[in-house]
């Protein structure tokens, strides 16, 4: 093969993030994640550095999204392979985290805020989420609806998202 035909690998993104409750409610963070740029809520999390592992990941960013320090996670709550134009076999994992403390401060800029809401009142923030791939499958397992460790698959192009499989 010579250096004309050679292809650099695509980078892998992988993604981790995290569940916080406390009593009946969870912790969600405001960023810009709309479709158009909107401020919506979602769940804390972000990107695997290279050389980390996904509870380092996860430690790091739920400190800097929220200002927590929590320890590893209690369990893997779902799972979500995404192949996108933009980021072919994409990786996020959400895991439930029993062990944390500190106050909610975040420390990144790109977060506006952080708090805690009552699983209706968050249930109806994460409702407003553009995206399939980031709403259902934190909606469905917050409800009850889906059983915790699920595996979905998605195949994303342009603004069709399409559920492949699901267990």
Known sequence: MTAENSKDPEPRVQLVIGIIRQ?????????SLGIDGEILWSLPGGGVKDGELMNEAL???????????VGNPAR?????????????????VAFEIDAWSGDVAPKDDDIKQAAFFPL???????????SATQRDPIVGYL????????????RN????E????RW
């Open 23 to 31: 009593d009946n409610e969870i912790l969600l963070v405001q960023e």
């Open 59 to 69: 430690r790091r960013e739920l400190h800097e999204e929220t200002g927590l320090l």
């Open 76 to 92: 893997t709550a779902f799972l979500m392979h995404i192949d996108s134009e933009q980021h072919p076999s994409a990786l996020a």
């Open 120 to 130: 209706p009142d968050a249930l109806n923030l994460l409702g407003e989420l553009d």
């Open 143 to 154: 409800t009850g609806a889906i059983a915790p460790g699920t595996t979905w698959l998605y």
């Open 157 to 160: 192009r342009g603004k069709e």
């Open 162 to 165: 399409t559920l492949v499989a």
